[in-house]
């Protein structure tokens, strides 16, 4: 089986606890190869999706922390997508206008021949905050608007709120609001732009001092293990891109029931890979563009999580 990862340039990753790093070890120990591409590799050529792939292979004596585990071939080749067993769309956000048509040139491939996992119309139509309101009774109270008297009165509905950014990733232009907010004007302003951009308003859930738990689902099937982001002192924010602690601990009975009610919805939809995000009781994101924590999950249990969606992913394609 030959895997293209469309990604992140790879000089860029922390490759000790990248997740398609991760993949990427699994698949060769299966004796699996695979190439790389970014989103600006891929194109257009005569109505044939395209991209110039770099065949690439993982050193022996890695440098895990440093530049030196991965080499590569001197030049790209330019192939269809359909030429590869598989497709993996694993390019970080900002889901941005060039990632939405990313999306497009997948489900083009698709229609010629490529296996694409995330799909594209998939990832499009499942934008990672919005996605929750197909389950709203698994979701704290929430709103999504940019009307600032509308986010005003469910503030003072709710008393103790969340706001967000929809396109925002890492915990980045979180904020929480108290009932006594003195900003609250100032920072509903700029969030939605003076009313011109759309945000979530969540009832804040204070189990999140416990840990926001990022739950990985893959094939329909959850991982047994969760990865609890456990907020900095002081913080509202569990991501460990703003410096949460990752501890895995088995998944509760309710984080079962919310992880068996969302991948047997999503997994036929083209979601093989879901990163569900829960605190205390409730959904509160749904991650299907590049879902992380396999590193984690893995050191910190034994259970191993490549090794999970590699076999997901054989099964998807038919591979033995």
């Given at each position: 089986?030959?895997?293209?990862?469309?990604?992140?340039?790879?000089?860029?990753?922390?490759?000790?606890?990248?997740?398609?790093?991760?993949?990427?070890?699994?698949?060769?120990?299966?004796?699996?190869?695979?190439?790389?591409?970014?989103?600006?590799?891929?194109?257009?050529?005569?109505?044939?999706?395209?991209?110039?792939?770099?065949?690439?292979?993982?050193?022996?004596?890695?440098?895990?922390?440093?530049?030196?585990?991965?080499?590569?071939?001197?030049?790209?080749?330019?192939?269809?997508?359909?030429?590869?067993?598989?497709?993996?769309?694993?390019?970080?956000?900002?889901?941005?206008?060039?990632?939405?048509?990313?999306?497009?040139?997948?489900?083009?491939?698709?229609?010629?021949?490529?296996?694409?996992?995330?799909?594209?119309?998939?990832?499009?139509?499942?934008?990672?905050?919005?996605?929750?309101?197909?389950?709203?009774?698994?979701?704290?109270?929430?709103?999504?608007?940019?009307?600032?008297?509308?986010?005003?009165?469910?503030?003072?509905?709710?008393?103790?709120?969340?706001?967000?950014?929809?396109?925002?990733?890492?915990?980045?232009?979180?904020?929480?609001?108290?009932?006594?907010?003195?900003?609250?004007?100032?920072?509903?302003?700029?969030?939605?732009?003076?009313?011109?951009?759309?945000?979530m308003a969540q009832r804040y859930i204070p189990e999140i001092v416990q840990g926001d738990k990022r739950i990985l689902i893959i094939g329909g099937e959850p991982v047994p293990y969760a990865l609890a982001r456990i907020p900095l002192q002081g913080e509202t924010r569990g991501n460990l891109a703003a410096g949460g602690r990752g501890v895995a601990q088995p998944l509760s009975p309710r984080d079962l029931e919310l992880a068996r009610a969302v991948g047997s919805r999503l997994a036929d939809r083209?979601?093989?890979?879901?990163?569900?995000?829960?605190?205390?009781?409730?959904?509160?994101?749904?991650?299907?563009?590049?879902?992380?924590?396999?590193?984690?999950?893995?050191?910190?249990?034994?259970?191993?999580?490549?090794?999970?969606?590699?076999?997901?992913?054989?099964?998807?394609?038919?591979?033995?």
């Open positions: 089986m030959h895997v293209l990862f469309v990604i992140d340039p790879l000089p860029g990753l922390k490759a000790w606890k990248d997740s398609s790093v991760a993949v990427m070890r699994s698949l060769a120990a299966r004796g699996h190869t695979f190439s790389f591409a970014t989103m600006g590799d891929l194109f257009v050529d005569q109505g044939r999706v395209r991209a110039a792939a770099t065949a690439m292979r993982l050193r022996g004596d890695a440098d895990w922390r440093g530049h030196a585990w991965w080499t590569q071939d001197d030049t790209a080749q330019d192939c269809d997508l359909a030429d590869f067993d598989a497709v993996l769309m694993r390019k970080d956000p900002p889901f941005d206008m060039e990632y939405v048509y990313a999306t497009h040139l997948f489900d083009y491939a698709q229609a010629q021949g490529a296996r694409v996992f995330n799909a594209g119309s998939a990832i499009r139509n499942h934008p990672e905050k919005l996605a929750i309101t197909e389950f709203a009774q698994y979701t704290s109270p929430t709103l999504v608007s940019r009307d600032m008297d509308r986010l005003r009165a469910f503030h003072a509905r709710q008393g103790d709120v969340i706001v967000k950014p929809l396109d925002g990733m890492g915990g980045s232009g979180i904020f929480r609001l108290r009932p006594d907010e003195p900003n609250l004007g100032a920072i509903l302003e700029s969030l939605t732009d003076l009313g011109t951009r759309t945000i083209g979601l093989l890979l879901i990163g569900l995000d829960v605190i205390g009781d409730y959904i509160t994101e749904i991650n299907v563009t590049s879902p992380t924590c396999f590193v984690e999950i893995t050191e910190q249990t034994g259970f191993d999580v490549p090794g999970r969606f590699v076999d997901a992913l054989q099964q998807a394609l038919g591979a033995p």
